[in-house]
């Protein structure tokens, strides 16, 4: 057979497996849905072929979904790479100043871009400290010997200011040891003032795995690193002042730093007398900013705030600005994340520059000259989904909002080098991406970039997800989801649903662009599922009483809303089957799946919890005494997986990876070991070798294994067999 002949019949083949892909097994009618979908075997193993097929293609059937520009130095204009169809590349360029765009025969040279005049914002910072340390005018050496304070003159320096003793110079502590060592130095910018701490060390314990299958050895290796959990000891930090001219030694009027490390030190820019610093007290409940006199080593406090659940510490935002002595930051004091510019020398509020029932998300840039703040928020705009993400810019005195990005979509915004020009990718996750050049003076529309194909993935049979929301336990709350329905279902048939579950409250996590359309929820509903995914209370991005719910009470997970949007769901589409519902999850979604069925076994019926920290006294320090605050109590016990495995009500499938280093593999198998004790039946499948996973390959395909026998009550492939 010849080529020609080959490539036709592939093609042909294709297109017949597309559209086979693309019919219903069953017409959908209309009806009341009263009859439970339960497939004949045959018919699910046809489903595992079609669900394997569209997997294959799904990747490859939507095109022109995202634009990254290379600029140009002089930030004119971009170019930028499409792939198409059978892998053909397309390359595009962009005048952004005559606002066109011209198809390229071959790709650009690479491209320059330009320091944009902007100071970024890229998170709250540490300070750079070092042992041994020439001061700012080079005049003087501060280091650290046998663990304490030596300060003699630069070499070279004419300098007689102070007298040495031997090479190190003159000792201004004699209590320390290389046990508990001063250190941390830090110079203040007139050379006056050293500020450096008492330190006591705390080494942290280790956590321990087994490597059962290492390629060439016939025994187990046993690995360890160390690992902080809830209530475990921090290194602790004696804020000292040293001072180069008279030989003093002052200790700070401060209560010892025993969280987190040595603080970022911010001078005053007149007057290199004094200085600020943030400390975060263990907990989360309190946070405050004080202002030292270098020269007495007396403090004052010129922010303290305080609140009776949690400083969501990750999401503070601080930045100063020492030519004003201001201080830009966000807080959630009145009940939603604004943002608020201080008067450091007053301690004052200067001004609440956001207000209202929204949330800034993120800070983009401050412009210093301008005063201007350019962030992104969520819920600004009535009507709309509350967590699409919008840009704006608004001066320090809370005037002049500009919206950048109007348009009813979650947005995704790109800046050029000198901030010019911007693209705006918005999308909703049933809407294809559109991608649009905007000026960023006026956020005048420019041209319209790209606009993403989804005709192939269309027309191969696949539906986009829907978004859904309905009312949480409050009878007010909006909460959101989004549901995956199989490509082919029947509306007269009641589907079994499946929650993709994570209450972590770091964050949101129903995807809202069109980007992350398509995954394993797709993939695990074409096997005759309804999945879906849901952001109940006790999440973040929204008010601070939505996240509030979760404190000291991860084990809500926002169930009771979750149950509520499931059923609401089910009762607008009566092809959801509410008597039939599963959930899957990863890490703290590992947990919440199990949790489900422990805590709410009258309505979760099959569970398969991957990698959960099940126990939040075995979990990260740093994530769990945030949310379940500190010190470590009984509410960590009464919540926890392995406390409560005896209600195991349903089917479960654990999953663990036995080189986990994000949450110790214990945490699983002591959730087995008190199962087993309670005599409770439960699937069990360690991975060899795997860190943090849902599994993998291989555990993904037991995961819908084991939803298809437990929900749809119908044996799957017998894989040893070759069936599929």
């Excluded at 799946?593 to 979760?604: E, I, N």
């Excluded at 016990?637 to 986990?660: C, F, I, P, R, Y």
Aim: one cysteine or more.
């Amino acid at each position: 057979m010849n080529m020609k002949k080959i490539i036709l019949l592939h093609g042909v083949l294709l297109c017949t497996l597309v559209q086979v892909a693309a019919q219903p097994l069953m017409p959908a009618q209309p009806g009341s849905a009263s009859t439970p979908y339960e497939p004949s075997r045959a018919e699910t193993m046809d489903r595992y072929r079609k669900a394997h097929y569209l997997d294959s293609i799904a990747t490859r059937s939507i095109f022109k979904a995202t634009v990254r520009p290379h600029w140009s130095a002089d930030g004119t204009s971009f170019w930028y790479r499409n792939y198409l169809r059978d892998s053909v590349k397309q390359y595009v360029l962009v005048d952004a100043v005559k606002g066109t765009r011209t198809i390229l025969d071959a790709e650009p040279a690479d491209t320059v871009t330009r320091h944009t005049g902007f100071q970024r914002y890229t998170g709250r910072r540490w300070a750079s400290f070092s042992t041994d340390s020439l001061s700012p005018d080079k005049h003087w050496v501060a280091s650290i010997r046998s663990g304490n304070v030596y300060i003699r003159p630069a070499s070279g320096s004419n300098s007689t200011r102070l007298s040495t003793d031997g090479d190190n110079g003159t000792a201004l502590t004699t209590d320390g040891d290389t046990a508990k060592p001063y250190g941390n130095l830090a110079w203040s910018p007139d050379s006056k003032y050293v500020v450096g701490y008492h330190i006591h060390p705390v080494k942290d314990s280790a956590v321990y795995y087994v490597l059962s299958s290492v390629k060439g050895t016939t025994r187990g290796q046993l690995k360890m690193h160390p690992y902080k959990q809830p209530g475990d000891p921090f290194t602790t930090y004696e804020m000292f002042i040293f001072r180069p001219e008279d030989k003093k030694t002052l200790k700070v009027n401060t209560p010892v730093i025993d969280f987190f490390g040595a603080p970022e030190l911010h001078w005053r820019y007149h007057d290199n007398r004094y200085f600020t610093f943030e400390r975060v007290e263990r907990g989360h409940q309190r946070f405050r900013i004080f202002e030292v006199d270098a020269a007495t080593a007396q403090t004052r406090t010129v922010y303290d705030e305080n609140t009776n659940t949690f400083i969501y510490e990750s999401r503070l935002f601080t930045y100063y600005l020492p030519e004003t002595n201001e201080l830009l930051m966000t807080s959630e004091k009145d009940g939603w994340q604004h943002l608020y510019l201080y008067d450091l020398l007053k301690g004052v509020q200067k001004q609440e520059i956001t207000r209202g029932p929204w949330i800034v998300r993120n800070i983009d840039s401050i412009d210093t000259k301008k005063r201007e703040i350019w962030f992104s928020a969520s819920g600004m705009n009535p009507g709309e989904d509350p967590y699409y993400v919008h840009y704006y810019r608004i001066g320090f005195d809370g005037k002049h909002l500009v919206d950048l990005t109007p348009a009813h979509d979650n947005h995704i915004v790109t800046f050029s080098p000198d901030r010019k020009y911007f693209l705006d990718a918005h999308s909703e996750i049933d809407v294809p991406t559109v991608t649009e050049l905007h000026r960023t003076s006026d956020g005048k529309k420019l041209l319209e970039v790209e606009h993403a194909d989804a005709s192939l993935y269309l027309a191969a049979g696949f539906r986009f997800p829907e978004p859904f929301h309905a009312k949480g336990r409050d009878g007010v709350t909006d909460i959101w989801g989004v549901i995956v329905r199989p490509n082919d279902y029947d509306s007269t048939k009641r589907y079994p649903i499946i929650e993709n579950i994570y209450a972590g409250p770091q964050d949101a996590f129903v995807p809202k662009d069109f980007t992350s359309r398509y995954g394993e929820m797709q993939s695990i509903a074409q096997l005759g599922f309804i999945v879906v995914q849901i952001d109940g209370m006790g999440t973040a991005n929204r008010s601070k009483a939505f996240h509030d719910v979760c404190w000291k009470n991860i084990a809500d997970a926002g169930f009771p809303d979750r149950m509520l949007w499931i059923k609401a769901m089910a009762a607008r589409y009566l092809y959801a089957d509410t008597s039939r519902v599963g959930l899957y999850g990863t890490s703290a979604g590992g947990q919440n799946s199990l949790g489900g069925l422990l805590f709410h076994g009258d309505f979760y019926k099959a569970a398969v919890s991957s990698c959960g920290c099940h126990d939040n006294r075995i979990d990260k320090q740093w994530w769990n005494e945030q949310w379940m605050g500190y010190p470590v109590g009984k509410h960590y016990d009464e919540q926890s997986n392995v406390t409560n495995a005896w209600k195991l009500h349903g089917d479960l499938l654990l999953m663990v990876g036995e080189a986990d280093n994000n949450v110790p593999p214990e945490s699983t198998y002591r959730v087995a070991d008190a199962l087993i004790k309670a005599g409770k039946t439960f699937e069990f499948l360690p991975i060899p070798g795997s860190d943090h996973t849902d599994g993998g390959p291989y555990g993904r395909i037991e995961r819908r294994d084991f939803f298809v026998r437990h929900l749809l009550g119908v044996e799957p492939p017998h894989r040893n067999q070759q069936e599929l």
